[in-house]
């Protein structure tokens, strides 16, 4: 059954198609003027209009025109005496599913009425496929994506477009678990989106469903917020700035896209497990070797299209074997990782330190030429001189180290060289009085190659 609205100036056509369509099980309302279909459809809702194309007061294209243009998904049909090419053309050209030519037998109207419908049907049907398709593959592209910077972005753009939304942003929880910070938006102005950033980190603490923020001094009137929940942590908030009332589905659309960012969110937590194991070391928590390699290529390139600089320092604990046979090894690897800590308190935070093996440790400054690597070093050396290990123990120990410097580009342009010189520079100050910083030249004495063939043991030989 559908809603007809039938315009005709000839009441004997109102009421003979009136009287068959309605037979036909369909709904009929019949008017004569264009005024008259006009007010019909700002009245009432209709899924196809049969028009006569000549009407008093203007024309059946004039109702086929305002029904394309306010009423989408109405299919409109036209009826004319006119047995000419021209006007059919212009009608369907304009958006007319039929076009019949007076007289029309009431059956011929029926099965034309049907097929318009049935067409506007499938028409919606794989609209609505390919917007299901559509929601299909972002949500995968969501889902798999362990990137944390492509993940901000294939999810505010999912959200943007596919939830119609005017301006998103998304929250995430802090690495730390202790709350919540942005990490990503789209539609927002920079300084509206710093100001918003703390409101809505204390609107939604504590909240696990779907909620309408009301009194933000935003430029749109709804403001939806979703949850990503993974079992019961909640891993971020999608929040979602409208012009107007959310479409049909909205909750539907945003609920199964925010699913898919939850799910990406646990599996980078997974995912940075791993790396953890790969490229931490397991004793100091400083990162490894393996992690040292992989950044300095990185940074090298980098180095190499932006002609920033940077520096290594390598670093080993002076008569570290002294405190293992004194000690023992216990409290040996308690000073390793008393040493990582004071090294961590020495640098910036953007800086990488690694151990490189036993009591070696490479610091790698980002930015930062010959000059300002020297004032680091020294700052290092004297830091270690003075600080008491395992003081909480009740041992107080003392330890210096000597450490090598080398710079990018000014000693060497590529990995390994930058490597080995800078443990040639550390290298030189063992030989001589330890506790001592030295730069790295090319005709310093190359490293015993026994040392150079074989890493340095888990607890160092200093």
């Known amino acids: 059954m559908a809603r007809l609205l039938l315009v005709d100036d000839e009441k004997i056509a109102r009421n003979l198609y009136g009287d068959y369509l309605t037979a036909a099980g369909h709904l009929v309302t019949a008017v004569p003027t264009v005024a008259d279909a006009k007010a019909a459809l700002s009245a009432e809702r209709f899924d196809a209009v049969v028009t006569d194309l000549i009407l008093p007061g203007g024309d059946g294209m004039e109702v086929l025109r305002h029904v394309r243009e306010r009423y989408p998904g109405v299919e409109v049909l036209v009826i004319t005496g006119l047995d000419k090419v021209a006007p059919a053309v ?28 049935t067409t506007r049907d499938l028409m919606r049907e794989n609209a609505s ?21 492509r993940l901000s972005n294939a999810a505010s753009d999912a959200l943007e477009s596919m939830a119609n939304a005017s301006a998103v942003m998304l929250l995430e929880r802090d690495p730390n678990g202790t709350g919540f910070r942005s990490h990503g938006m789209r539609g927002l102005p920079v300084d509206l989106h710093e100001a918003l950033v703390p409101q809505l980190i204390e609107r939604l603490s504590g909240t696990r469903s779907p909620v309408e923020l009301d009194g933000l001094q935003v430029p749109w009137p709804r403001t939806l917020s979703f949850p990503a929940v993974d079992g019961e942590l909640v891993l971020g908030h999608a929040v979602l700035f409208h012009d107007s009332a959310p479409a049909e589905h909205h909750a539907e659309t945003v609920g199964f896209l925010v699913r898919n960012w939850a799910l990406a969110l646990r599996n ?35 180095a190499l299209q932006t002609e920033r600089p940077f520096s290594l320092l390598f670093l080993d604990l002076d008569r570290f074997k002294a405190i293992n046979d004194t000690h023992g090894h216990l409290v040996g690897s308690r000073v390793l990782v008393e040493a990582a800590r004071v090294l961590k308190g020495c640098v910036r935070d953007p800086d990488v330190v690694a151990r490189f093996g036993g009591d070696e440790y490479v610091v790698l400054l980002r930015g930062t030429d010959s000059g300002g690597a020297l004032k680091v070093a020294e700052r290092i050396r004297r830091t270690m001189e003075t600080h008491q290990f395992l003081g909480r123990e009740g041992l107080a120990l003392k330890l210096t180290t000597c450490i090598g410097v080398a710079s990018f580009p ?53």
């Open 129 to 149: 496929l390919r917007q299901h398709v559509a929601l299909l593959e972002a949500g995968q592209r969501i889902a798999t994506t362990l990137d944390r910077e």
């Open 410 to 462: 000014e000693h060497a342009q590529d990995k390994d060289h930058l490597l080995d010189l800078s443990d040639r520079a550390m290298y030189r100050g063992k030989r001589g009085t330890r506790n001592v910083v030295y730069m790295a030249a090319q005709d310093l004495e190359a490293t015993p190659a026994e040392r150079r063939q074989n890493p340095p043991p888990p607890q160092g030989q200093g």
């Open 268 to 302: 980078l937590g997974r995912f940075a497990a791993v790396e953890d194991l790969a490229y931490v070391d397991d004793l100091t928590r400083l990162f490894n070797t393996r992690y040292l390699h992989l950044v300095l290529d990185r940074e090298v390139n980098e």
């Open 90 to 117: 212009r009608a369907i050209k304009s958006g007319a599913a039929e076009y019949l030519v007076k007289p029309v037998a009431p059956e011929a109207l029926e099965h034309a009425l049907r097929r318009a419908l």
